[in-house]
Nanobody
């Protein structure tokens, strides 16, 4: 049984910082690829950033230069550091992990990030 649990969301002021964590637990061998998505009210879920096991990263244009995705393989944890937050970053953020071809991709339950003064 694999569990994916996000944490670190909350209310942040514009221009502020937040860090999200995504802990993967259970019977896993490695995280091939991990990603953060977000979904704002009334909008489709969109890719925010992803990272491969080799460390290659990809970011949505809207967050480039402000967000950083990283992993700690020893802890099976994926992070998303978010700087210079804007009200338009307000959304539920979801973690998605690819654990290899023998397993389906897994999603976390989501964590709310609200950027407001």
């Amino acid at each position: 049984q694999v569990q994916v649990v996000e944490s670190g969301g909350g209310l942040v002021q514009p221009g502020g910082f937040a860090e999200l964590s995504c802990k993967v637990s259970g019977t896993i061998y490695s995280i091939n690829k991990a990603a953060w998505y977000r979904q704002a009210p009334g909008k489709q879920r969109e890719l925010v950033a992803d990272i491969t096991s080799g460390g290659s990263t990809n970011y949505a244009d809207s967050v480039k230069g402000r967000f950083t995705i990283s992993t700690n393989n020893d802890k099976n944890t994926v992070y998303l550091q978010m700087n210079s937050l804007k009200p338009e970053d307000t959304a539920v953020y979801y973690c998605n992990v690819d654990l290899g071809p023998a397993m389906p991709p897994y999603w976390g339950q989501g964590t709310q990030v609200t950027v407001s003064s």
